[in-house]
Nanobody, 126 residues
């Protein structure tokens, strides 16, 4: 079992930066692939970024490449999402997710992640 708690969301202006954190419980955090998803009002949840257990492999949704960076600190049981050059279209609730196996073919599929946090709101004003 893994419990996930996101933090770091807020209201910012376009062009600003935010860093989201996701703190995980449990001793096996370092064995899980982690990801960030987001869901805007009236839209489906969408993949943002993922990172494998060691942090050596990452993958991003095209619209955030070059602006967002996912990272993890296994000693602190925490995964991060550094978001730079924020745009109004980045406004959403951001969710942290975990699963045991890092598989490139399924990394964007929310249904393959076993554990989810409660989400943190990010609002970007123009």
């Amino acid at each position: 079992q893994v419990q996930l708690v996101e933090s770091g969301g807020g209201l910012v202006q376009a062009g600003d930066s935010l860093r989201l954190s996701c703190a995980a419980s449990g001793r096996t955090f370092s064995t899980y692939a982690m990801a960030w998803f987001r869901q805007a009002p009236g839209k489906e949840r969408e993949f943002v970024a993922t990172i494998n257990w060691s942090g050596g492999s990452t993958y991003y949704e095209d619209s955030v490449k070059g602006r967002f960076t996912i990272s993890r600190d296994n000693a602190k049981n925490t995964v991060y999402l550094q978001m730079n050059s924020l745009k109004p279209e980045d406004t959403a609730v951001y969710y942290c997710a975990a699963k045991k196996i890092f598989v490139i073919s399924t990394m964007t599929q929310s249904g393959t992640y076993a554990y989810w946090g409660q989400g943190t709101q990010v609002t970007v004003s123009s």
